[in-house]
């Protein structure tokens, strides 16, 4: 007889190979993704390992919602390799209910990432109206000394611990980009090293260029303070922006040196911005060529970046994860639309290259 | 002034309408989740609106990592109606750090609920050793009260404020889920009103049974701790486990009757459990059929519930919308595999119904 | 002992419900899609029925590379409505290896169509070289008359047969959307009743605007040789692009009354091309709102279709199947940005409107 | 000149880079995914090139429904490496109207693959019923001469031209997989190279273990007729099933090398069927393993087969592309519950493995 109906309720027990399922408990092990971490594919170059990194975070320890632990869970899941926690000086709302100086974020947090081999930086963010706006100091190790009337001083005193010091969405809040005298001064004497080309939700074009006049490191953030779910969604490929840092190796010492060295990219809605040397080499890095004949390669996009190019009056896409097949790319530049190492330039590949390879 | 409208292409700045997008800010409306609500679609029946609803959730509060507000935005943005916040009475880790009384975390939600337009409850979680174990009390009005050394008497405190009381997860800590003496007698005296046949990520069998033998409620909760995001994965078709309320009105009140009345479904990883009756209602309503000819009819399932049948010893899908083709099933009971009515019963659909609407 | 390792291969046999499963024979039922469709969720209004509709597809018969009865399958199964077959005349590579006369790829998808009740049209496309191009006539019973050497004789004989004209890609292949002479006197003549806006992967902004000056209706279809899922994708969400046809009846009667009565909207890439009244209603009956308090609205939006808006220099994202909590609109026009009335008009809805149900 | 490069921003024309986007015209350039291929990922060990195939495919030149060029366009997009075209000789209901004789279908496949550098195999379908039921000859060079009346002679033709013999869905029609006298013999003769343990949608679990005892090759293939995404679904990481080659060069002699050394697995479904040391040579190439401490590992799976492995009466579920985060394995076999080395028998491998590499 074809079609035999067991009902296959054995008495008290029918147990799935090292799962319980019983009368009395089915767990159902499949559901649980909370020590599930997607893998981001970008890839390393010259040397280097490109660390996948959020330095702009907040926590219920100023105006963020979310407990320092959850900011590790978070990018840990989402694939990244290294946060700062960054909670507010000056502006904690939640300070007559939730308390602890302003290391305490950070401990909780870091007593979690030591835990599960997740990097966590201390951070901090000097919180000021324009014209000077606001700027995180990384690397401290107290946040406490800092909480001065003087944000100068606060930032002296962050230099003094080492700080790498990054000036933050020079866009808000009143939507305009302005590099002003107290930035001119503070770039001149070195002591601001990076500026957000992207926080949250926008972008300030015009940074792009202060990172090569000024030579200082564009960094892409989420400055979160709700959940990376509600705000940018999760899963299904979606990505967080995120700052690439270029490292000698995969620690908080190796992210420190290659911020001081300038070694970073911003990734965020498909762009990059920074070094054209930078951008290259991930891009050489990200696409494979195989010569199918005279006339047409594959170009498979081994990388989580998806990549436009135009070459001769013509639109190429290469989408995350797949093979396009191509006709041979003529003479002339390579221009790479979503890659930009300026306010209006964007990244240019010689045609060497991929004659090079072909 | 921050938003202006430009129709026009201005030299040195593209605008597109009503986004902001020049050289010194561009906006990523697109990229921006936060507002956004999914939509599940499970149908109403019987005049009943059927709510969908978390009554077992924590905040930083007690063991909770997450702001209470960011409960009400999760809930929201994942398509559900109601939620309630249940932090623990006794168990309440950061308590020297998070301040506030047993009313706190309630309170900050229901602001944020009514700022949004959703439904928060007021509950808490009696949190003892086996025997007695846990037990959520729901639609309380202070919580204070229920701090007492006796949990007997914390009941009793709850019942006073007209609380509807859930015994939770059965089967937890110790993966056996026992009814215990003192369950025996609290249900005689009509002091539990409901039991979670879900909890987080297991479910117990024999818990269907005591619904059906002791005239209570099942429900099925996120006992949620850490984000919805991280445990169980977030957008794609992915949702949360949930109680399905058959309420008279969307309101507070609303859920309140429906849960005294016990018309609630649990429902979980694609399983409903729960009173046959409400149960076929929700199928008869989730499945639309189109008799193509004699032989073969179109089933569409309209709703988030996907549903597995078993008829005359063939099984048929009905994934969440989309609409199957088949043959018209045979004499005999349509069996609804993913649909509990007992521990070891499923959901026998009679074939009247079918041949009734072909 | 809690976890019990039970190996659960039975002598001979473990069969779930309704499924073969032994030692012989496992069914992977839940891997089979051939009976499964999407689907695909616009709305009706005034009482028409919004059909989706592909008139212009290509098979094994003419220069296609498919069996009709797969043109079938694919519309069935991603949710259409109706197609019409329209092979070509004049350019048949396959001929010398697949036989049959220019009817008989409509006479194969009948009949598949008839056995699982899906409307299909019968058609042929009249190829041509520039200045006249390409034509469909759809609901012809007797293509092999039209096979002359005169295109306009050719067209005569459809519209004989009562036959409905479309000029199909009037931008291929030259990348210019030129209306020649040939095309003002067959539209004076009124022998022309509609033009694709959109072919294939690419549209023809002007031609929006023919339809408003000649009274023609709007199209957006396939023409489709290869597989709709290798061209354009297949499931999450992708749709290919379709007619929308607001039909008195789903039949092909109704089809045929609603195209000359110009009752159509093209659908592609999330863009809308059609009658401002039409598209009004569609969005109208797409978008349900909800007020929450003075300030605020919740929008949902019930249709597969996505619709951007701009007011009062904001933008605003209303996604599929999702709702959006926004504040509510101010006085002036609402845009709807991906709705197009004419070349460079996009569709105005009053703000009465709006003001109506708030 | 159909494609011209504007960079600016002309007077009523806005043109992308490199894609036409004017009044005329705009190309929906990011739409098409005709030429775009899927990558899977499924690592190589041992020198060995893991190669993706699918031996048993039809097209309209016997009973299936799609043109050749189609199945290689499938297959290629999908990510496969190869595959054969196998025509039934004696079933070809559509002969009347396709006109060709047996090598038709595999030169006009061949052609469109030798085009794009995609392995097309010739290959044929003797289609008797049973006993001696359904073979499919592999790497013919010509099919006609094995039209004739007695199938062994049949296949005797076909070992004179070289071929692998594979032994069709031993399960179908009648869902009993019985192994038949003249089996037997052809196994003895050694006529008898492979057998289907997946054809379709249906396994044989009784044949995993006449790979075995008859040392013959474990082959999984679509035995597609219509299309690959209407039986099967497509993206979003759904695959076909596939039969994996372990070749020395990804070449068709490479295949063929491999396929007479029985250097195959089926992957099907999550699951996969072969030799214990093909399986565990995968499995080791697909997880990388990171020490986090004493007690913890991340276990990474690089590929795209998903692995569940118990341990100590624990499940482990190692999804696609993902890494998890798990404690370390106790001493005792890790059995891997997807992957079968016999009908009853799961894959073991041996703790050491384990513990060499923490």
């Given at each position: 007889m074809k079609r035999v109906l067991f009902s296959l309720l054995l008495a008290g027990s029918v147990v799935a190979q090292g799962q319980i399922r019983n009368d009395e408990l089915v767990e159902l092990t499949h559901v649980n993704q909370a020590n599930v971490r997607t893998e981001i594919?970008?890839?390393?170059?010259?040397?280097?390992?490109?660390?996948?990194?959020?330095?702009?975070?907040?926590?219920?320890?100023?105006?963020?919602?979310?407990?320092?632990?959850?900011?590790?869970?978070?990018?840990?899941?989402?694939?990244?390799?290294a946060i700062a926690i960054t909670d507010h000086i000056e502006y904690r709302p939640h300070k007559k209910v939730v308390l602890g100086d302003l290391n305490e974020s950070f401990k909780i947090a870091k007593k979690y990432g030591d835990g599960i081999g997740f990097i966590v930086i201390q951070g901090t963010e000097i919180t000021r109206s324009k014209p000077l706006g606001h700027l995180n100091a990384l690397f401290i190790n107290d946040a406490n000394v800092m909480d001065v009337e003087d944000p100068l001083a606060a930032i002296d005193k962050a230099l003094e611990q080492g700080a790498f010091i990054q000036w933050n969405h020079p866009g808000w809040p009143d939507d305009k980009s302005t590099l002003y005298p107290v930035h001119e001064e503070l770039l001149k004497a070195?002591?601001?090293?990076?500026?957000?080309?992207?926080?949250?939700?926008?972008?300030?074009?015009?940074?792009?260029?202060?990172?090569?006049?000024?030579?200082?490191?564009?960094?892409?953030?989420?400055?979160?303070?709700?959940?990376?779910?509600?705000?940018?969604?999760?899963?299904?490929?979606?990505?967080?922006?995120?700052?690439?840092?270029?490292?000698?190796?995969?620690?908080?010492?190796?992210?420190?040196?290659?911020?001081?060295?300038?070694?970073?990219?911003?990734?965020f809605d498909g762009k990059l911005v920074g070094k054209s040397e930078y951008l290259m080499k991930l891009i050489q890095a990200s696409l494979r060529i195989r010569?199918?004949?005279?006339?047409?390669?594959?170009?498979?996009?081994?990388?989580?970046?998806?990549?436009?190019?135009?070459?001769?009056?013509?639109?190429?896409?290469?989408?995350?994860?797949?093979?396009?097949?191509?006709?041979?790319?003529?003479?002339?530049?390579?221009?790479?639309?979503?890659?930009?190492?300026g306010m209006k330039q964007k990244l240019n590949i010689p045609f060497e290259w991929w004659s090079s390879i072909l």
């Open positions: 594919s970008i890839p390393d170059f010259d040397g280097y390992e490109t660390l996948k990194c959020d330095f702009h975070i907040h926590t219920v320890f100023s105006d963020g919602n979310v407990w320092p632990t959850m900011r590790v869970a978070e990018a840990w899941q989402e694939g990244l390799d070195g002591k601001i090293h990076a500026v957000e080309v992207l926080n949250y939700m926008e972008y300030y074009p015009v940074a792009f260029d202060w990172c090569n006049q000024y030579g200082i490191a564009p960094m892409a953030n989420t400055d979160i303070h709700d959940l990376i779910s509600g705000d940018y969604g999760w899963g299904g490929g979606k990505m967080r922006p995120m700052t690439l840092v270029f490292a000698t190796e995969r620690s908080e010492k190796g992210i420190k040196e290659a911020l001081f060295a300038r070694r970073t990219a911003a990734l010569r199918i004949n005279d006339k047409t390669i594959e170009v498979t996009n081994i990388s989580d970046i998806p990549y436009e190019m135009t070459n001769g009056g013509k639109l190429y896409l290469f989408p995350c994860r797949k093979t396009v097949r191509i006709g041979i790319p003529k003479e002339g530049a390579l221009v790479f639309e979503n890659c930009f190492v």
